[in-house]
Structures are given as structure tokens and as C-alpha cells.
Nanobody
Framework: QVQLQESGGGSVQDGGSLKLSCATS????????VGWFRETPGKEREGVAA??????????ADDIDMKGRFTISQDAAKNTVYLQMNSLKPEDAGMYYC???????????????????WGKGTLVTVSS
């Protein structure tokens, strides 16, 4: 069974940074695509970024507001995927979730992919 545990959320000021972590476990092939999603007030859950872990291939949501500020990465030895968030804005505040699924090849792993496994989320608060 795939398990995902997020950490690293917290409260920062406008313009600050946070690095979220997602510790993954379970069958490797069942979690070779790991993504970050978020729920912010007034919006449906949206994809932020995803990474195909065997190759480190990354994909980001087309949201122009997030591009360039968020970076997904991994430490394969630790089975951990990260989301570095810089220049945070109050509208970035919300619950951030880590999710995973199995894909046949890298390009199928996208920020828009429907995921099979979800973590419980970590809360990000940004004050102005």
C-alpha cells in the first residue's frame, strides 16, 4: 500500500518561502508519479507540479502565477519529493497535498494527472 506523508507547512509572510516534503512508501512502481496539489479558498483542488521519479522528469501547471515560483524535486534515496515555494503570496495559502500514481512512462506524469493515492495535506498560511 502506498503511503504519503506531507510536512513543512506553516505560516510565512508575504514574499516568504517554504519547502514542503512528501515522504513516500510502498511499492515503487505504484508511486512513480508524484505530484503536489493544493486547495485554496474559493477554488477547486488544482495541480501544482508533478515528477516522474525514475527519471526526475517534471511537469508544472500552466498557471502563470505559479510558474517560476514553485519547484518540484526529489531525493530518491530518501523516497521524498519536495516542493520549494518562493515569493509566496496570500493567495497561495491553503492546504497542500501530495499524491501519487503509477504511469507507464514519464510524459504521462503531469500536474493534471488523476492520482490514486493521497496524503492528508499540510497547511500553508501566508500573511500580508
Amino acid at each position: 500500500q502506498v503511503q504519503l506523508q506531507e510536512s513543512g507547512g506553516g505560516s510565512v509572510q508575504d514574499g516568504g518561502s517554504l519547502k514542503l516534503s512528501c515522504a513516500t512508501s510502498g511499492p515503487t512502481n505504484a508511486r512513480n508519479c508524484v505530484g503536489w496539489f493544493r486547495e485554496t479558498p474559493g477554488k477547486e483542488r488544482e495541480g501544482v507540479a508533478a515528477i516522474y521519479t525514475p527519471e526526475g522528469l517534471t511537469d508544472y501547471a500552466d498557471d502563470i502565477d505559479m510558474k517560476g515560483r514553485f519547484t518540484i524535486s526529489q531525493d530518491a534515496a530518501k523516497n521524498t519529493v519536495y516542493l520549494q515555494m518562493n515569493s509566496l503570496k496570500p493567495e497561495d495559502a491553503g492546504m497542500y497535498y501530495c499524491a501519487a500514481k503509477s504511469v507507464l512512462y514519464g510524459p504521462r506524469c503531469s500536474a493534471y494527472a488523476g492520482m490514486d493515492y493521497w496524503g492528508k495535506g499540510t497547511l500553508v498560511t501566508v500573511s500580508s
